[in-house]
Nanobody
Framework: QVQLVESGGGLVQPGGSLRLSCAAS????????MGWYRQAPEKQRELVAV???????NYADSVKGRFTISRDNAKNTVHLQMNSMKPEDTAVYYC???????????????WGQGTQVTVSS
């Protein structure tokens, strides 16, 4: 019903920058929130940043001041600008969206396939 496709991952040196993008498509009536999570090897998935339809943004403490989440409501896309990156930012990054596919009912949570981000010299 709803597909999320991420792009922009890769290898970056410590102190460098990357920009992730995620596009939602399919049967979308409205999107309540979009965000980014990450999962490092042998660790649990954790929230990185989230933005809601009213424009509010929340960040994990570990990325505040370095990462910026932005959203284009007209295009159903969300971006994550990552600056001053550290080796501990290395993880698979997942996009998620809370989507209503109809005007009625409850929204569902949808996930992208993930994109690898590696911070290493």
């Amino acid at each position: 019903q709803v597909q999320l496709v991420e792009s922009g991952g890769g290898l970056v040196q410590p102190g460098g920058s990357l920009r992730l993008s995620c596009a939602a498509s399919g049967s979308i009536f409205s999107i309540n929130a979009m965000g980014w999570y990450r999962q490092a090897p042998e660790k649990q998935r954790e929230l990185v940043a989230v933005t809601t339809s009213d424009g509010s943004r929340n960040y994990a403490d570990s990325v505040k001041g370095r990462f910026t989440i932005s959203r284009d409501n007209a295009k159903n896309t969300v971006h994550l600008q990552m600056n001053s990156m550290k080796p501990e930012d290395t993880a698979v990054y997942y996009c998620d969206a809370v989507v209503k596919t109809e005007s009625w009912g409850f929204p569902g949570v949808y996930w992208g396939q993930g994109t690898q981000v590696t911070v290493s010299s």
